[in-house]
């Protein structure tokens, strides 16, 4: 291996992501009667095998797949994807990677979602826009079994499931991306059954491929008599090629690929533009009760994408780390000369290496959290520990998405910083990891539609009952023992200036939500940060506490969570006024915005 590959190896961090587990309860779910076949050695072996998998297989797709790309063809509407991407994804299918938490009744390993998400993040990290493709897949599988009639999960799930037939989720049309309201494509009832789908989706994430038999779309449309908004939206099955009532596949369906987007980053995933021209389509669950279904799915997929911010980020500081002990600048402290110094010596470059590596452990334990709820809220045998569940992941799910993801972005942007000049140059690898890690801020809602999300709905719920309960934990693991002696104690310091910020803070935007919706709609992406570093604190707190318990592993966990708690927590208490400032800092004038009597502004108008 040359040094340049070495630098960029991967190496799955199964230790930190089995702590994760540990840490967030996977003991608990494992209780579960769900998963009676399931126990932790057996986990930690999956993780065990499956990292190989991810280092060995897919991390050397990751290189080339971005200079390669995925590639239209505008004569037959065929695309190809990366020449290293096919050899991968058969072993992927042949292992059965994809069938791990789909249920067992349609040949799935019927795991927990919280091991799906360790094995996410392993393969984002090593390919992310390869890895899309199961996430997709996945996704189809979430919505086929919870939604699907039984004869279509006979028919579809088996080979979704193994992905022989990939799946993706058609939502977004021209005028229709955070606004789903405004979807337009067509479904209408054919005599004698099915329906004829027509209309354009765009930026479909895997729309058209060449490493499966057939692709299975979910498609959002509207019927004939359908009210407007997203009450009116059906969801429709549109497969590539029809299958008939045996699950043979049939002819091909009138759905054709006609562009693929040239973006900034993510080049092996092609995303594509479909067209559908009286496409036979399905319809799945209720007439007008597609956004129930897709959302369902949608929420579980939010999870998905949170935890690639931790696995860009982990990957970025791996490279960094490496890069860094080898490159030799000036001289630290105290070396003469003609010695010179490791990068790695120098304060503000290990600063910034700490940066990367706490923030991608309090990411990940953060979506870890969340899915450990989703976990109990879905096999929990109690419906009261079910509906208790649910409200945690319906609460922490816009920030599990938003948070890590802003974090991770500004933890791959901290590791092209340590390479200096280098990092910048395509060739040295880190500029593709700060491009392909931009997009999880955007995709699966917008990380500022979940800011709003988290003020406007999931704050409010039971008046504002789940948050609370949520800040007096945290402030109570803020409350432990302080002391010269205690190595926590800045941490919970740190923890608790900021959990007394989130809980003013909370408690104003409760009030404002009704009083002055704007002002809570202008701080809510503020708060949502303040949140993620609160939660982010608690989490590192709990680690430490858990491995200072553990008095054999002892380790830097207690370094660790200071360092977070100094670096990223404390600035938590900064976020107050940005939160609190309201609407009335907005009233700048910018082109087309709102002016106080409602009016727009003239096009083309100039911020004065
Ligand atoms: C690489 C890639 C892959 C994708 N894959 C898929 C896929 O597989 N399937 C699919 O259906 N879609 C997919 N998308 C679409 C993606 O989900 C949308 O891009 C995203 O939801 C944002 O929609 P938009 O791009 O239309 O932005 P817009 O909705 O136009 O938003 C633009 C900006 O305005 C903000 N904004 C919009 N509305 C509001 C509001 N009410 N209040 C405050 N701020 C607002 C947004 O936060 C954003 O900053 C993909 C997109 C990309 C780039």
Known sequence: MADGDDLLAYRPPVADILDALDLTGIDEVLALPAFDHVDRSTVAAVLDEFARFAADVVAPTDRMGDRQGARFDPTDGSVTTPASFAPAFKQFVAAGWGAVTAPAAYGGGGFPASVGLALQEMLSSANLAFSLNPVLTQSAVELLTAWGSPDQQARFLPRVITGEWTGTMNLTEPDAGSDLAAVRTQAVPVDGGGWRLSGTKIFITWGEHDLADNIVHLVLARTPDAPDGTRGLSLFIVPKFTVGADGALGRPNAVHCIGIEEKLGIHGSPTCVMSYDDAEAELVGDR???????????????????????????????????????????????????????????????????????????????????????????????????????????????????????????????????????GYVEESGMAQRLRDGRIPLIYEGTNGIQAIDLVTRKLPRDGGRAIRQLIDAIARSADGPTGADDPLTVSRACLADAVGVLRHVTDRLLVAVDDAPDDALAGASAYLELFGLTLGGWLMVRRAERVAADGARGGPAALECEFFATEHTARAVGLVRPALAGARRLDIPVSGARQPDGARQPDGARPT
Do not use: C
């Open 288 to 422: 007008h009760g597609g956004i129930r279904a897709m959302f369902t799915m949608m929420n579980a997929a939010r999870l998905t994408i949170g935890i690639q911010g931790p696995s860009v980020a982990e990957r970025a500081y791996q490279h960094a780390r490496r890069y860094a002990d080898g490159r030799y600048q000036g001289r630290a402290t105290g070396v003469r000369p003609p010695a010179r110094s490791p990068i790695t010596d120098h304060p503000d470059v290990r600063r910034l290496l700490l940066s990367m590596r706490t923030s991608t452990l309090a990411g990940r334990l953060l979506v870890h959290l969340a899915t450990h709820h989703r976990d109990l809220a879905r096999h929990s045998p109690d419906a009261d520990a079910r509906a208790a569940a649910q409200v945690m992941v319906d609460l922490l799910t816009p920030v599990a998405k938003a948070w890590p993801t802003d974090a991770g972005f500004a933890a791959t942007s901290a590791g092209l910083q340590v390479l200096g000049g280098v």
